[in-house]
């Protein structure tokens, strides 16, 4: 393993992140400014939100606060099952997940064995067991951090319910569609179904290509609820591959997001066109960073629309070769920022919205 860079300057940090190179096998050289601003609120003992992209090392903050602070633990309240069996898996003897009905090991916490803890929110909200277990004198003495991964999204949707826009959320791979839905799951809980808990009465759904080598009345139903009027259809929320749309008319889709670009203008273009086909007011949003810019397949057309500080709707019109006729009143975030705000988080992140 290298030792850490001329630039980690601390000396604490130097040596935890030594120490976590050895244990966890990796080369890390040195913390991103961010990473060690984080840690020196959290140390410091003040509370901290790390709104980071997707990729930028937001789970090395807590992983490293063993190694920065040997008199802690770790406890990360998560709500996604494949998130928890990553970092378990990661993190070895040196994690555990907690569910209910699981007796904690409480000597390996007390010993030092043990120094996270990962559980879903409702296994560790009004669960006298763990109550009980952080006022143990062993346990108190310890500097316990907690770490909460926040779904806004998601609760937005619980509670607005039919009210929620019908939306679609472009994701880059099978398995971020997988995540997203079983976040929707945890989440949702008994929200979930409008009614009887059966494919039909789902609030979100998944739409992908593997669905095609099965009998098909699933993709079918999910087809059919996006070509109803919302006050009649309980499906809220679609977790979706390049699969949905190819060649159907669904006419009430008011919001389509993407989790990360498409490679291709082109492809945005029919992908946002999925919305706004009953002539109501409509949104597309797009959430990217520059890394998701510098895949291998990302054309120029796609990385000039997102970084260009243009007119989206004058950019998609000029690449098509159309003359850009009269502007709506609501264009988008370029000519109307109030819509919606621009985060860059030292330009690597970017959020902008293309009313459609």
Known sequence: MAAPSANCEDER???????????HKKDIKEFKPLQQKALDALVGGADCICCLPTGFGKSQVYEMLPFVDPNSLVVVVVPLNAIIAQQIQKLGSMAICLSKGKDLPTNHIADGTVRYIF???EDILNNRKITDFFRQDNVKRLNTYLVIDKAHFLKELKHMGASFPITVIYCKSIQWIGYGYEMARQILEDSFYAGEKTPENARVVMFHSSM?????????????????PPETCCLRLVFASVALGMGADLKHIQRVIHAGPPTTLETY??????????ESQAQAILYFNNNDLAVAHMQTNMKEYCRSDKCKRLLINEYFGFSNTSKPKICCNVCQPDLGLEWKFTQLSLYGILPT
């Open 269 to 278: 273009v029919q992908e946002i066109g999925r919305s706004r086909r009953a």
């Open 212 to 228: 095609e080598n099965s009998s098909g009345k699933l993709k079918d139903m999910i087809l059919g609820k996006l070509q109803t």
């Open 13 to 23: 940090y130097c040596m935890a992140l030594s120490a976590y190179n050895r244990q």
């Open 119 to 121: 559980t879903h929110p």
